[in-house]
């Protein structure tokens, strides 16, 4: 295995009071609880932006290697659900893509992304995650 890349960030204080930033200080936010009042930032937002960038970079990856045009507009909406069980919280992600081509290979394409984006592969059999073409 090679090394690519390490994100470093610093957490101060929990969802309802605290601080996040990242070691370059690209990403300095406050971080909030969504039932709350402060303007801020809940970690289920960061996860759905991180892993709808990492699949539309994995899809345009498999979509170059299969010679398969995507429009410069594709779109992914993210969404991550923070729910409970007996056992605690436990989340869910749904991805509706919109991969905006013509080719009749978009399921296909899909399916292979699904075995190359880490946030798949890191989450496979963990969560509940639906991947929806649009």
Known sequence: MQHVHTATRETIGSRENGFARSSDGALDIRLSNPAGNRLGTNPEQLVAIAWSVSFASSLKHVADLRRVKLHSDLRIYANVDLSSDDQGYVVGVRLDIYPRT????????????????????????NIHALYNLV
């Open 102 to 125: 013509g080719s009749r290979h978009c399921i296909a394409l899909i399916e292979a992304v699904r075995l190359e984006c880490p946030y798949c592969r890191a989450t496979r059999g």
